[in-house]
């Protein structure tokens, strides 16, 4: 006898994360998971060493001190802010507050590929909506909508097509939406993009937005498992009684706090990406592999057919290069690049460039 689990969970097709070595080749370099070639701010490292010294005690349970310094850093008010176990753990809050069987969850048809899975673990039904040239189409959104839909998930700049809609589009997406409808705005990548709120005047807005955010990108602390959400007060209560009382650890929160707070060191990762990401995107192209304009720190590499970008993603694996096959996200004739530092910008555009002259 089998048992069987909700209705959803076995439409879930698995989280495929990319591998981090290579069998029988040496000096690999991941740039298949948009981490920090930087690493992360001394800070950060120092305050999770230091939380080591308490660790029989239980974490605070309000995150208030992390929560407090979003708010000071971003200028936001703390008691809207919720944090998690990344930024996946606050879109699974929202998922599960505000979608259920019999419900729409509408994706994107590139979009990041945690929302269908989000979606399906609530009993809801994802609702696939078509792209534009690899960009968000409001238009066809609003069209899809209907009075089952609860949820539209964006994450702006996008993942893995690292382009982004403009706030003229992202207001027209809020105001459009059914009332009953949550528009998130997943800002993975927001920092990423200089001067950009990740969508937060959006939320002061329009009661319907929420706005998630990651420690992941552009802090350097995918390990740690941080990220943070931020909405109307209401919406930040409903979360809450999700959340596990004791869901971020005292190192998590130490650390995530430094790095909020080292605004240095978060400048020159995003200034170091911007230099990185235009000579990476400049060189692919006059090697013939064009990229769309990445607003994020990685780049997608667009090849001529699914063959050449397979063909090609072999090469850079011997070669002991290591980046994202995006087949998955209906991009098969693309391989998504992290942006690196400069020496793996220069091993990519030297594997691509021996890939390119082998071919003739
Ligand atoms: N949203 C997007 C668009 C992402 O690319 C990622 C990470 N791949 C996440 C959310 C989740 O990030 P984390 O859970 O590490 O905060």
Redesign the pocket.
């Known amino acids: 006898m089998t048992i069987a689990p909700q209705p959803g969970i076995l439409n879930i097709a698995l989280y495929q994360s990319g591998a981090s070595s290579i069998d029988g080749v040496s000096n690999v370099l991941k740039l298949s ?2 981490e920090n070639p930087l690493g992360t701010s001394p800070a950060a490292v120092e305050a999770y060493q230091r939380a080591a010294h308490q660790l029989h005690r239980y974490p605070g349970t309000d995150h208030a001190a992390l929560r407090g310094a979003i708010g000071e850093v971003h200028g936001l008010d703390p008691e809207r802010i919720i944090c998690g176990v ?4 606050v ?1 699974q809050f929202i998922a599960q507050a505000y979608a259920g069987p019999g419900d729409e969850v509408i994706v994107t048809q590139h979009g ?1 590929s ?1 929302y269908p899975i989000l979606a399906h673990a609530v009993g809801a039904t994802p609702v696939e909506v078509a792209e534009r040239e690899r960009v968000v189409d409001v238009d066809a959104i609003l069209a899809a909508c209907t009075d089952r839909t609860r949820i539209v998930f964006i ?1 702006n700049p ?2 893995p097509t690292s382009t982004m809609i403009g706030e003229a589009e992202t207001r027209r997406l809020a105001e459009g939406l059914p009332e009953k409808a949550v528009l998130v705005l ?1 800002g ?2 927001a920092e990423f993009v200089e001067g950009f709120d990740g969508g937060a005047g959006l939320v002061d807005d329009y009661p319907n937005v929420v706005m ?1 955010r ?3 990108k552009i802090y350097g602390l ?1 390990g740690l ?3 943070w959400g931020y909405a109307r007060r209401e919406v930040i209560d409903v979360l809450n009684r999700l959340r596990q009382p004791f869901n971020l650890s005292a190192g998590q929160m130490a650390a995530a706090e430094a790095a909020v707070r080292d605004l240095a060191f978060t400048e020159k990762c995003r200034s170091e990406n911007a230099r990185l990401r235009h000579w990476l995107s400049e060189a692919l192209a006059e090697l013939g592999v064009p990229t769309d304009t990445s607003m994020a720190n990685f780049v997608l590499a667009r090849f001529a057919s699914p063959a050449e970008a397979d063909a090609c993603d072999a090469h850079l694996k011997s070669e002991g290069l290591i980046v994202r096959q995006t087949g998955g996200y209906q991009l098969p004739q693309c391989l998504r690049i992290t942006v690196g530092d400069e020496i793996a910008c220069r091993r990519v555009v030297a594997a691509v460039k021996g890939f390119k002259a082998a071919q003739g």
């Open positions: 998971s948009n990344g930024s996946d753990e879109l990041f945690m994450a996008a993942n997943d993975a990548y998630t990651t420690f992941s995918g498992r941080i990220g």
